[in-house]
């Protein structure tokens, strides 16, 4: 039954460790640390994932760095106090872990379902060559009165299909998580490179409840 709560945000990764352990946080004495897997694309690029793992899952003393890992839990979402703003941190709690020689042939390097809700009105837009956008943020239900909001990016078809979704309409897609570099600006004369997570949908379902 435990299991039925998990349903609705499922995310399979696979690839290669790219950083120490760092410690997050704790809850009841149970320490959580982050590490950023690299994850390959089809197209040569890859995509930097952040993992969220507890030290009961893995040795966080050891140096996995360079090892190859299949990671599988939920992507999760929290709001981080910066510069008198929230942020919205995102990265994969990972429910179970494993280093590996080789990825499994039937596991699926780059994978994420999520079932939720439309939070904000989407976003439709063009490319400066004409490729069609629109931005989704789906809040989906954790147990215990918590959601994790999602920020999700549809293309083309889909696209046009997600800007017809309504505030609170309840949507289920699939796809895989990328990461994003983009430049922020702190003043004038100055930029930080930073790095945005989003879900890039490949299917999607409005579910009509009327």
Known sequence: MADKVF???QVSIAGEIATDFTFSHEV??????MLDVIVSR????SDIIPVMVSERL?????????????????????????ENKNK???SVFARDIRIVDEISENFKPNYIFLDGYVCKPPVYRKTPLGR???DVLLAVNRPYGKSDYIPCICWGRNARYAETFSVGGHVQLWGRIQSR???????ENEFEKRIAYEVSVS????LDES
Request: charged share 35%; aromatic share 14%.
């Open 58 to 82: 893995i040795d966080v003393k050891k140096d996995y760095k360079g090892k190859l890992v299949e990671v599988i839990g939920q992507f999760r979402s929290y709001n981080r106090h910066e």
């Open 203 to 206: 299917k999607l379902e409005y």
């Open 42 to 45: 089809l197209s040569n690029a």
């Open 132 to 134: 069609e956008i629109a």
């Open 181 to 187: 570099e983009y430049q922020k600006k702190i003043n």
């Open 88 to 90: 919205l941190v995102l």
């Open 7 to 9: 349903d609705n945000n």
């Open 28 to 33: 009841f004495g149970e320490g959580f640390y």
